[in-house]
């Protein structure tokens, strides 16, 4: 294992989507003003926490990749990785497992350029969400056939680029009902069956709690599988993706998280997945990053050889008073 | 107790909503192209079923509430309440709990401008679907402050029109994380504080399911306590408001909600509260009317002298069996 | 509003079946031997953090009140409270509410005694918890006679005694899969039905958790309404009474909860309702304590002007700042 | 694939426990009284629904299994299989995955016994519910021992009878509130890292619906994988293991699992896994029999060409209709 970071030296990234305008089901007028792709990458900046972001593609219309690569350079950020916009009103009854070939085929198309448009930033991965692959009622899809158009959609664009890396991002639901990318053990099982080696998983931290698992026991997993591909932090009440701020409410288990991301040694900065609907984005990246820095010092430290005496004694007691001791003194 | 209606004059009624484009906050540009106030009007008529609307006001700028009556007419439908959008942008924070007076005010009065709207159209009632006002985080907020701005908001505007019915239409989150009218037993014991008459509960199955009621049992305690003022079917899968099409997926208490709907007496339209993301609304509610004929024809079939002993005994599997026997013969 | 006892002066209770055999049902030969009435009192003792004890009625077959009394006082140890119990094989299918008069009966005959062993050993209280009140199934029950026989159950019992205080503590499933005392809101609902003074609420931070209250919430709610009782606490994971050891896991609402203690300076101990299935239960009070004593001085380092003024802006950024700060400095 | 019997040929299984006392950590006294093993044979058979058993292991002290097999030739009864008792105090902490080498070597023992019993009395397989392989608590276990030692214990037995069927029942939580074998992918994933071909899954309907899962996906899942062991069906409100009568609640989801059991050509008995703690168990099984029958007579009127080009096209609403349609006709 490599050594570990200090949570000093530890880096964090952001997504896109926290700086821009969001917009719900019922306030359609969106939780704020519209803001443009480059406006979003001057306010990640602006946070002063980040090095790094997840940028949704395709961009505004009139801003280049060329535009973007500027904007980045000037804040001193990275494009951590692209994410095709598989999800919109284009792709609202599925992308890689949508009902037409013509979907499908889009949804491949662009799942291509983005490939060209990370290439072009230096982006490390191609992410997918297939926040529409799945279904809503009892008896609306045929369940084989959705497996098969699921593994062969990403399997055939990971095909074509057998050195860009790609990475499937699960969640158990939301906006469909049902998504077939839902835990992490479902989601690697797929991508066994892809038969390809640069396809892995990006674990978020939420979208682990509200699936029921344990979020640190799925980063292990992952990890385990060579196939961790990125991580992300959040919270929510384990029902439903809220994408409140990191460590808002789950501090045990998001501490347990950044122990395993410790213990992997993991190096790449660890990414922010948050919806600030109501509050300023800069303040929820920075309160974020002082729970996740606070946290990450107290994991530092905890007693590893007394840890892993009581875990191998399934001794919950005294982990828990290790646990406690390195939060609280 | 009123002679219940046969299930062959049972009436339906809509919301407004389900007719419009739904966006949320993946799928920004909607799921389906702008859709305005008159024309939902017209795809609600369209659907063939239904004798109401459930209408959001403000309507589409330039629209009045003549047209709004007109349109009604010519379509032979009525606007069984007025639901003030006490929710978008403006309200996002909270609307009579907003944390600035200024807001409350707003609040209060766009439920008076729908109180005049409501007496323009016919409408039986104003019902205020307070879904801003909670809060997110733990520590947000100072709870007996924001219980005494719900209650005395809400009686502030019934008070001026002691003549007028007012539905409060509870929800446990949404887009809040936590809501402040959450459950019928919270609601009522906050309508209880406020002190009038003229203010009760609108009870959704689904709302109900999610937040862990039994609805039928929810609907049977708001009629005990002379608040029911509508009554809402969709489905769900007990843990969001997914607003999917009536009995989608809980047949049994579906059946058990209509049965109370027949104890009670009730004799107004039973209003749909579906979002049909992918699906076409009309659809939607003509496959919703079916299932709900097919369930009450079959609640018509229950012994209800053989269910009372089964009742009044406990007897889960003889009421099971009278309930299969009703479903299945 | 009384001065709020320092974390230093904070005291705490337990239950007595934290220390006796703990059974389920797939162990069905219990998580450890049998213990006695008198031993768990002499464990929990023993765990060197109690001053008061909620003990189960009837006590084991030939120990009496006077039995229990020598014991307690010999280990300094208050009875807190007594709860009969009003759940086991008897009353399989409901207490107060069973579908049997001799049921009923038997339930307000065992209350009686309670409350006289209540007085013999000097408890503050008498706890109804009604674990088999409720249903399974749909149909099952008439929801009005259910109602009636709950509230009707527990006031006959408070008005015979209306100088004796008697809680009830709420929750929302189990061993029903429906429980009539399921929220805090539906509870006291209730109990403003029952027209009597003297009876009140058991708030349980891991009962509200479950019920998908916020703990804190619930507790400031049913303080306000006057009916405030007791005070527990315990961990879950927001979907089952698990009971596990304190703050285990919801570290932020726990303080949240803590700082409500102190608000409305409650000044009796505070009670752990655990369920150590595979630990020492002396391990679990003493972790739980500890747990509850760090953060009731991180509560005490909130800085209360600050955090009020937040509050009163919705500012959810500043108070999660504000708590982070308490927490980790 | 093997044309699907017909539903009046569709047979049923039951399980011992459901006969017996069922006993919870409130009712301690039990739900009934002591039955014995021979009895609960006995009772299985009395139902009038039954054609084998699911047998636990050790049998009650003095029963051999010479007993067991003439009391089920005697009531014409199979054992479907064995399944070994590794849930009760002994293995409180685990089996298979227990913190000690010798508990993991008791827990192989065991069922080394159940190969020979279940050999003895001609059953069809062994079945795994290491209910207690799991944990409760973050830190208190080390994930990737925890995984070898869950992957290395069924391995074991596994490849020591080669021509032994062994099947592994999955289920999110209870008693642990953190299980290892939670979700059918995450089963079938440990299952192929075992390397043999003689484990396969043992689907609940209950489990999955509670795992967030779609039964029906689920066990279409597990049987394209080849690993289908055995299916077994209750209901429950999805969060819990209620273990009530078959299609008590969701009837729809119901009805799709058993069109997969159909599409599947599953020819052994549908086993049922009840709980009726306060019903008579011979009516819970007549009930859940009689539900199954019903809607498998339902599931066969489906007309499977417009369903398929209804699922073809993720068509919901026409798929609703041809369901409601095959239920209500």
Do not use: C
């Amino acid at each position: 294992m490599t050594s570990a970071p200090s949570s000093a030296s530890r880096t964090f990234a952001g997504g896109m989507w926290s700086f821009g305008r969001i917009i719900d089901r019922y306030a359609t007028d969106g939780y704020g003003p519209e803001i443009g792709t480059l406006r979003t990458i001057e306010l990640a900046a602006a946070s002063g926490e980040l090095v790094g972001l997840d940028l949704n593609y395709p961009f505004d219309a009139g801003v280049g990749v060329a535009d973007v690569k500027a904007a980045l350079d000037a804040h001193g950020l990275v494009a951590t990785n692209i994410t095709p916009v598989i999800y919109d009103r284009r792709f609202r009854s599925g992308s890689f497992t949508g009902a037409d070939a013509a979907t499908r085929r889009a949804a491949h198309d662009l799942a291509e350029e983005s490939v060209d448009v990370a290439a072009a930033l230096g982006a490390r991965y191609v992410k997918f969400w297939p926040g529409q692959d799945g279904y809503d009622y009892p008896f609306q899809v045929d369940y084989p056939t959705l497996r098969r158009h699921a593994v062969e959609g990403i399997r055939d664009v990971a095909r074509n680029h057998p050195d860009v890396t790609f990475g499937i991002e699960y969640k158990l639901k939301e906006p469909r009902n049902r998504l077939f990318w839902s835990t992490a053990a479902a989601s690697l099982l797929a991508i066994e069956r892809t038969g390809v080696d640069n396809v892995g998983l990006v674990v978020d931290f939420g979208h682990s709690l509200f699936a029921k698992e344990n979020p640190a026991e799925a980063l292990s997993l992952a990890h385990e599988t060579g196939r961790l591909v990125d991580v992300e932090v959040d919270d929510n009440y384990r029902e439903w993706d809220d994408d409140l701020t990191a460590g808002a409410l789950h501090l045990v288990e998001t501490l347990e998280f950044l122990h395993v991301v410790r213990e992997i040694g993991w190096q790449h900065p660890v990414k922010l997945d948050l919806f600030p609907y109501r509050e300023d984005p800069g303040d929820a990246v920075r309160e974020s990053v002082a729970t996740l820095r606070a946290l990450e010092e107290r994991a530092a430290r905890l007693p590893l050889d007394e840890l892993r005496a009581a875990q191998a004694a399934h001794d919950a007691m005294t982990a828990q008073r290790l646990v406690r001791t390195a939060l609280f003194g």
